[in-house]
């Protein structure tokens, strides 16, 4: 959807019109991985304390998904996806010739006068001396599992008919506050395993 056709129809984000969509990562938990320790831990989330998966996923105002990337391993910080995934925000955010007298007086319009924003979360520091990036600033403060490897190859492709399948549901049902409740009621599920695990491994180690 154009952003001229986003703002007629009054479906910009509210804080941040200028902003094209917005952009996160989504991680998907699994079983540890079989090989040695060193090739297990690139799977390791450590902001989740889970093996597992990540996938970066651009967002609409309107809640249908522009793009996915390809999966990463749970280690891989949300910024080195973002980069690497940059052929599509490059292009993405680049105002077209028809939508450069569109009014637009957000955040780094001097520095990125061709391009619209991309909202994104703190986990993304650091992008903003290469795209336009709007992001909350961060806060300072003074038994063996299963050996078994996951199919990466179809993982892929099972993640985008999800995504595929979402977006039709999304046509057919726009997204309601409900939907970000649920989303923030797994991630904390997932915090939850995650700890859970940890330490239940110390009172293992404590024991010995």
Request: proline fraction near 6%; charge should be positive.
């Amino acid at each position: 959807m154009a952003m001229s056709k986003m703002a007629l129809s009054g479906k910009s984000f509210k804080p941040f019109p200028c902003a094209r969509y917005a952009t996160g990562v989504t991680f998907q938990q699994a079983n540890r991985p079989a090989g040695t320790h060193s090739e297990a831990i690139t799977y390791y989330s450590g902001k989740h304390h889970l093996y597992g998966y990540k996938v970066e996923v651009s967002v609409l105002p309107t809640g249908l998904a522009l793009n996915c990337s390809p999966h990463a391993k749970g280690s891989v910080s949300d910024t080195t996806i973002f980069r690497e995934n940059d052929a599509f925000h490059l292009n993405a955010l680049k105002k077209r010739p028809d939508e450069m007298h569109l009014e637009d007086d957000g955040p780094f319009t001097v520095e990125y006068p061709r391009d619209w924003d991309v909202l994104t979360e703190k986990g993304y520091q650091g992008l903003r001396s290469d795209f336009r990036a709007i992001h909350p600033k961060r806060q300072t403060r003074l038994n063996p599992l299963p050996l078994w490897r996951w199919d990466e190859g179809a993982y892929d492709l099972f993640f985008r008919v999800c995504l595929a399948l979402t977006n039709a549901h999304v046509r057919l049902r726009p997204l309601r506050a409900e939907e970000g409740d649920d989303y923030q009621r797994y991630d904390a599920r997932l915090f939850e395993i995650g700890f859970s695990i940890k330490a239940r491994e110390k009172e293992r180690r404590a024991n010995y």
